[in-house]
Each structure stands twice: as C-alpha cells, then as structure tokens.
C-alpha cells in the first residue's frame, strides 16, 4: 500500500470526521472506502459515456466499469443508452 498525502478543504474534514463517528471507523479506512467508490462511479460513467457515444461494446464497458456484462446492460438501459438490444429483446431470447 503507498502512502498519498492531499490538501482538503475544511468543510472536507468535517465531513469526514462525521462519517469516521457514524461508521466508528478510522479516517484512513473511512478516505480508503469513499476514493474507492467514487473511483468505481467515474469507471462507470465513462463506461457509460463511451458506450453512448457508440466507441465500444457493452461488454468492453463492463469490462471498463469492472461489473457484470447483465449489470453494464442494465445500467445503460436506466440512462437511455440505446444499445441496439432492448429489455424485450432479453426477455425474449431468454424465453427461447
């Protein structure tokens, strides 16, 4: 593990030591689990963003965003993201 050392605005820290009290944790798990989840959230935008503007695959993307290729399907679907293949066409070829 390396160490990384960053400037934060106050009202950061307040935050943060809110969070360490209500999940009775340390500051360094606490700023561990927040950087890894806003990590994961931009990997799925720009997953997301790559896929709508049609430059790459929806199994690329998943590969990208680190989920699943059914959990990237669904995500692009609850933003509209037309991948050629609708929530019907699933369930249909499911059915088969």
Avoid: P
Wanted: glycine share 2%; hydrophobic share 45%.
């Amino acid at each position: 593990m390396k160490v990384v050392i960053t400037r934060l605005e106050e009202k950061y820290v307040h935050d943060l030591e809110q969070i360490e009290k209500e999940e009775h944790a340390e500051r360094s798990e606490v700023m561990r689990r927040l950087l890894a989840q806003a990590i994961q959230n931009w990997k799925i935008q720009k997953a997301l963003a790559l896929l709508k503007a049609r430059r790459t695959t929806l199994r690329k993307a998943a590969e990208l965003a680190e989920v699943s290729y059914i959990e990237m399907f669904d995500l692009a679907s609850r933003t509209d993201i037309s991948i050629g293949y609708s929530l019907q066409d699933l369930r249909r070829d499911l059915v088969k």
